[in-house]
């Protein structure tokens, strides 16, 4: 608490300084230039395809601009992160981007904050920005990140700000949670189980919330990346005129190349996602290991490949503990576990797979849903947010793939996935591999590129 009270302080006085700035400045102190602010450049999720794509697309749009990486990498360089973008995701720049290295990222890191985390975070995002902006002032400010309380501070140091935001900090549904006294990854067992402390969890809310339409209406532009997203944004941030929903993008045109007719001997099924707590990899786990003991004796024992990348420590250890688990259910070796790997990797494991697993409870959009029917794996996803809404929607009157909540319904789901016959296997991989044509990089192209073109050509 005392950490939060002080930080709080020092970023009031931040923006102190920073209007106290903006009075005295005589003449344009921007730089024209583009300055992404991605204080991670090597997660390797979702959101870091988004960005390159975007470098790529605003080069594309304006080459005589220059694109500028804010991150806390302290290893990061031009060339690096280039290769990066081409290795890791298979986009290619048309120049490497210059790169702005931050050394205070620690402020935003959730174990800084064991309590308050978000508005922790949130205020160490303003912080963060402060020497980010003090190092390197662009005319255009794109957060790929998602930390709108650095909105007002980019506009105090004269950018305009472009925003693609890929799921709302808070939304109703978590406050609804916690109404509800439901535990969940950011709701623990201790405050779900006390009606004084959800009160004032709900209050803790309210107030964050408050703040957060405030700071985020700030932005000149905003995307958002799917349905769900946008209606939560649109509630809180009250700029409607200004929201556009962007899909992102999902690098479909390698996975559709891949042939629908595949090995099933044994049959795969794949989960890709990072080592997140919200990514709810346990849940698969324990679905598929229900669905083995369901199994008959002689059919095909099938394989669980999980594919992620470790942002940190604690990610780390959680990969652990699915290992831990995995032994314990007694099915370590059908279990198989890829950290980090390439994109030309994960394109040979997706094609390898028959389904794919997704477990995240209000997951914004759902890129590796997409990814699982580009490369002809059906689907097996939590029936809320972008893949309810979005993603897993018949084509041309097909069944695209499975929705379910509970342990009970994605065991029933991966058992019909496994029993299905050759060709009504196939016919459903078709058929979302049609629908995942929607979600492509072209179509993210498209679609950003004419959101930012009136902001950053200057068009009325």
Sequence with gaps: MAILAGLLTFVSTLLALALRRLL??????????????????????????????????????????????????????????????????????????????????????????????????????????????????????????????????????????????????????????????????????????????????????????????????????????????????????????????????????????????????????????????????????????????????DFLKPKLQFVGSCRNKEDMERLQKLQNRSMELHIDDLVEFHKDVSYSDLVQLLGGAIAGLHSMTDEHFGISVVEYMAAGAIPIAHKSAGPMMDIVLEEDGRQTGFLASEKEEFTEAILKVLRMAEPERQEMAAAARKRAQRFSEQRFHEDFTEAVRPVLLGQA
């Design 24 to 297: 005295r400045r005589r003449g344009p102190t921007t730089v024209a230039a583009a300055g992404f602010f991605h204080p991670y450049t090597n997660d390797g999720g979702g959101g870091e395809r988004v960005l390159w794509c975007a470098v790529r697309a605003v080069q594309e749009l304006c080459p005589g601009l220059p694109c500028v990486i804010f991150t806390g990498d302290a290893d990061a360089s031009p060339d690096g992160l280039s290769t990066r973008a081409l290795y890791r995701f298979g986009v290619r720049l048309l120049r490497p981007p210059q790169v702005v290295h931050l050394s205070k990222r620690k402020w935003i890191e959730a174990s800084t904050y064991p309590r308050f985390t978000m508005m922790g975070q949130s205020l160490g995002s303003v912080y963060l920005a402060w020497e980010a902006l003090n190092k390197f002032t662009p005319q255009f400010y794109f957060d790929t990140s998602g930390y709108a309380f650095t909105y007002p501070l980019a506009r105090l140091f004269g950018s305009k700000v472009i925003c693609y935001t890929h799921y709302p900090t808070i939304s109703s549904d978590m406050v609804e949670r916690v109404k509800q006294r439901n535990s969940m990854y950011n709701n623990n067992s201790r405050i779900s189980g006390s009606i004084w402390l959800s009160r004032c969890k709900i209050f803790y809310y309210t107030i964050f919330s408050w703040l957060y339409g405030l700071v985020g209406s700030c932005a000149h532009l905003v995307m958002v990346n799917s349905s769900w997203t946008r209606s939560h944004i649109v509630n809180t941030w009250k700029v409607p005129e200004r929201t556009k929903r962007v899909y992102p993008p999902c690098d479909t045109s390698a996975l559709q190349m891949l042939p629908l007719e595949r090995s099933t001997t044994p049959p795969i099924l794949i989960s890709v996602a990072q080592f997140r707590p919200e990514k709810a990899h346990g849940l698969q786990l324990e679905a598929f290991a229900l669905a083995l003991q369901r199994l008959d004796s």
